[in-house]
């Protein structure tokens, strides 16, 4: 257990700690003994972890250290390294992105389509690589027997991901008819394929798992494509996710 707790950025005598308490309550002399930590730096090692509200200590002398809820503990690790990680990852990302697109090479962290093949593809992405939830803004330029074909292949990957447990919440504009196999998931899958009705003129656009997010430019006119883009971007997408929710507590079930 010492690597996994050394692996969510404590120290090794922090960790030892942790699980000597996670056994049972110790005093700082027991401590000593039972972490194997030398008695003039377990003071300090505590001191560090009850400063991080991560174990808790009794008012009587001598103080008695413990952890009061084990999960709450693990949960609050976790979380933190979460973050970090999510940070390491992004800035990498961000700087892999810069130095491919300095080179004109092709990234998958920003994804950029001018035809309608692209179109194709890049929507794709938004179906096969969610893993936990796609918000869906659908404006009211949205032409459902436009551009069929292509449309079709995005409905069956929309199946496919419901299958794999995607949740999809969907704004559709007020009086455009849903296609059969929309309508048929929705139906079937009422608490997993979720629409409602709100008619905006916002940017059609799509949130993947609060991370990435396909911005697709329409216009009013089916045969004008302006182009889309798909890019990863935690800060763009929780941006688009608030705008989401506002509409989604204006909007109507079906």
Known sequence: MIDELKATGLSTYESRIIIALLKRKHTLKELSKEANIPPGKVYSVAKILLKKGLINATEKRPKTLFIENASYLISKLTKEYEIRQDDVVDRLKELATSFDIRDGNHTPFADVGTTLEDNRRIQSRTFTEAKKEVLQIINIHHKPKSNRKNKTIW????????????????????????????????????????????????????????????????????????????????????????????????????
Do not use: M
């Open 155 to 254: 409905e069956k990957e929309i199946i496919n991901a419901v299958k794999r447990g995607v949740v999809f919440k969907v704004i559709y504009p007020l009086n455009v008819d849903l296609p059969p196999l929309i309508k048929e998931l929705n139906n079937k899958f009422p608490k997993q394929f979720i629409i409602r009705r709100l008619d905006t003129d916002f940017t059609r656009c799509d949130i993947i798992d609060g991370k990435k997010v396909l911005i697709k430019l329409v216009h009013e006119d089916p045969l004008q494509f302006g182009g889309l883009i798909f890019i990863e971007n935690k800060k763009l997408a929780q941006n688009l996710r608030d705008v989401f929710f506002k509409f989604w507590d204006e909007s109507h079930l079906t």
